[in-house]
C-alpha cells in the first residue's frame, strides 16, 4: 500500500493539457464522405457508435483545428449531461467534435486513461457540482474545467492505477453487455410470439385500452394532487407512496418512497396499489411504465403516476407492459405535447384511447413464463452488476486518495 498522494503532486488539468478547446459549431449533414461530428447525444452508455454520428461541411483548416485523436478527452459543457466525459479510445481518420462539447488533449506526463478514470470519481464530480453554472441548464465552461484539481503521480503509478481500474470497467462493461443482450432477447421473444404489433401481421384483434380495464375497481387512476396529499402529510416510516423513481422501464423498483401514515392511507383508498396493477409515470419520463409488485400489503401511487388496472382475462398486465416499453413511441405517442424535452403531463383519457393489439389471453400467458424466467436471469445480473460498481467505487477512492 502506497502513502496518500502530497500536495505537490496535486495539479490543475490547464497544467497537464496542451490544450482546452470549444467544439466546431456546424449543421449535421447526413452524407459519410464528409468529416464525422461527434456531438453529445451521440456518446451513449459510455460509448460510440461512430456509424450512426452524422457529417458536417468544413473547411480543411476547420477540420484540422477541431479534428480528433486517440487520448483526446471529451467533456459535456452543458445540460443534464454536464460534466460527462468520454475517452476518445478509437474514432474515424476524418472526426470532429461539436460546438456543446470541450477536447482536453493531454501532455505526454499524463496518461489519458487514468486521467479519464479520475473524471468517473467522487472527487471529481464534487469539483463539477461545486463549479456548476446555471439552474435549469447547468454548464462549465474551459476556464472552470482548467482549474479542475486531480492528483497525478509518476507515470508508472498512473499506469498501475488505470490498469487496476481497466480491469473493473471491463468487469462492469461485461455485465452491460450482457444485461443489454437480455434485453434483446426480451424484444425478440416478444416478436416469436405475437409478430411486430404495430404492423400487426398476424391480425390480432384491436381495442382501446378504456375497453380492457378491470370492472372490479377503477381501472385508471391518476395519483393524488393539491389538497388530497400535501407535502407536510409526509411521514418517516408508513404506507410507501410510490413515485417515478419507482417505475423503471418495464421493472418495479421498491427502492426508497415517501411515506404516509395508516390514518392518511384510509382516506386514499382509491389510490392504492395492488399487485399485478400497472404504474405509469405522467412527468418527466412520460409513459415509462412497470408492473407493480410490492411486497408490502398497502401502499399508493404519487402525484405523478397513473394506475391502471386490467381484465386479467383479456390481457396479461407483463404483456402491456411490454407492449408500450419495447414498442410505445411506434404506436403511440404518450406525452401531453410533441416536445421531447418537455417536462409534460399525460392524462386518463389520453391512455384509454390508445388502441392496440391484443393476441389470445393463453399465448400471453405463455410469454409472460418466458419473460419471467429471463427476469430472474436479469435480477441475478442487476446484483452482480450493483457489486462490481462498488468494488469500481471503492477501487477508485483509494487510488485517488493514494492508498492503491
Known sequence: MTSPFTASEFVRLADIAESIDYGVTAPAV?????????????????????????????GTVEAERFALRCGDILFARTGATT????LISECPKQSVFASYLIRARLRPKALPQYVYHYLNSAGYWAQIKAGASGTAQPGVNASKLSNLSLPLPELPVQIRI??????????????????????DLRVSAFLHFFGDPVANER??????????LSQLRTGTKCGPFGSALKKDEYVENGIPVWGIDN???????????????????????PYAVMPGDILISRAGTVGRMCVAQPTVAKSIIGTNLIRVALNTNQVAPEFFTALFTYFGSRFSNLKANGKDDAY?????????????????????????????????????????????????????????????
Open 83 to 86: 460534466g460527462k466525459t468520454y
Open 203 to 212: 391480425g390480432w384483434r384491436t381495442y382501446k385500452v378504456g375497453d380492457l
Open 162 to 183: 488505470a490498469a487496476i481500474l481497466d480491469k473493473a470497467a471491463e468487469m462492469r462493461g461485461k455485465r452491460v453487455r450482457v444485461a443489454q443482450s437480455l434485453y
Open 247 to 269: 417505475v423503471l422501464p418495464n421493472r418495479f423498483d421498491e427502492g426508497r418512497s415517501l411515506y404516509i401514515t395508516p390514518d392518511k392511507f384510509s382516506q386514499l383508498t
Open 344 to 404: 409534460s403531463f399525460m392524462n386518463t383519457g389520453a391512455l384509454s384511447q390508445v388502441r392496440i393489439p391484443v393476441p389470445d389471453i393463453q399465448l400471453q400467458r405463455t410469454y409472460v413464463d418466458y419473460a419471467s424466467r429471463v427476469g430472474n436471469i436479469e435480477s441475478k445480473l442487476r446484483e452482480d452488476l450493483a457489486a462490481i460498481v462498488d468494488l469500481q467505487r471503492n477501487l477508485a477512492a483509494r487510488a485517488f486518495s493514494g492508498a492503491l
Open 30 to 58: 447526413s452524407n459519410p464522405d464528409l468529416p464525422r461530428m461527434l456531438r453529445i447525444t451521440d456518446i451513449q452508455n459510455g460509448r460510440v457508435d461512430w456509424r450512426t454520428v452524422p457529417g458536417c461541411a468544413i
